[in-house]
T-cell receptor, first 113, second 114 residues
Framework: KNQVEQSPQSLIILEGKNCTLQ??????????LRWYKQDTGRGPVSLTI?????NTKSNGRYTATLDADTKQSSLHITASQLSDSASYIC????????????FGTGTRLLVSP | NAGVTQTPKFQVLKTGQSMTLQCAQD?????MSWYRQDPGMGLRLIHY???????DQGEVPNGYNVSRSTTEDFPLRLLSAAPSQTSVYFC?????????????FGSGTRLTVV
């Protein structure tokens, strides 16, 4: 069964601190892995997209890593800001005739002043 | 602003009523899709379209209909609303549904069926 699991479910950090969110997947055949940020009451917004051959992808203070051998990804947030408070969703795209997306349930991050 | 526009933002329906959730994009994207987001679950695909006149079912299509008469619009119809359809609905578009292209999501419609 194709699954994407994220940890932790929720996280509270102080403003200015760094944090790392984890994503493990059991998806086949793999096409690419995406991280999305979802603010409360809004739709998901794309942060990064990584294919099988990419190990790291950055978008400002967000850095995603991918280990295709262990089927793990992480999202590292540097020097957190209050605006980083959101849910972060890991999504894997299958390499099928129709490019199916498998969504994780997300990590809810709260950045406290 | 360019993007995906969903209306309405909130809706309350009685069981058995029908309604249409609207979705429009102005990016000339060929691929459009509808997802539902429920607590404790990842987004699940309801229906999708790879171009005007072409639609197909996703993983949870029962109780929903779609059509795609123009590139810009992709409405989702609830035929006879049920409490199990209480959810947040997101429309998304992409240049194509394949490979490396990112998806742009609308801001969602929160639907409650009583």
């Amino acid at each position: 069964k194709n699954q994407v699991e994220q940890s932790p479910q929720s996280l509270i950090i102080l403003e200015g601190k760094n944090c790392t969110l984890q994503c493990n997947y059991t998806v086949s055949p793999f096409s690419n892995l995406r991280w999305y940020k979802q603010d409360t009451g809004r739709g998901p917004v794309s942060l990064t997209i990584m294919t099988f051959s990419e190990n790291t992808k950055s978008n400002g203070r967000y850095t995603a890593t991918l280990d295709a051998d262990t089927k793990q990804s992480s999202l590292h947030i540097t020097a957190s800001q209050l605006s980083d408070s959101a849910s972060y969703i890991c999504v894997v795209m299958l390499n099928t005739g129709f490019q199916k997306l498998v969504f994780g349930t997300g990590t809810r991050l709260l950045v406290s002043p | 602003n360019a993007g995906v526009t969903q209306t309405p933002k909130f809706q309350v329906l009685k069981t058995g009523q029908s309604m249409t959730l609207q979705c429009a994009q102005d990016m000339n994207h060929e691929y459009m899709s509808w997802y539902r987001q429920d607590p404790g679950m990842g987004l699940r695909l309801i229906h999708y379209s790879v171009g005007a006149g072409i639609t197909d079912q996703g993983e949870v299509p029962n109780g929903y209909n779609v059509s795609r008469s123009t590139t810009e619009d992709f409405p989702l119809r609830l035929l006879s609303a049920a409490p199990s359809q209480t959810s947040v609905y997101f429309c998304a578009s992409s240049v194509s549904g394949t490979e490396y292209y990112g998806y742009t999501f609308g801001s969602g419609t929160r639907l409650t069926v009583v």
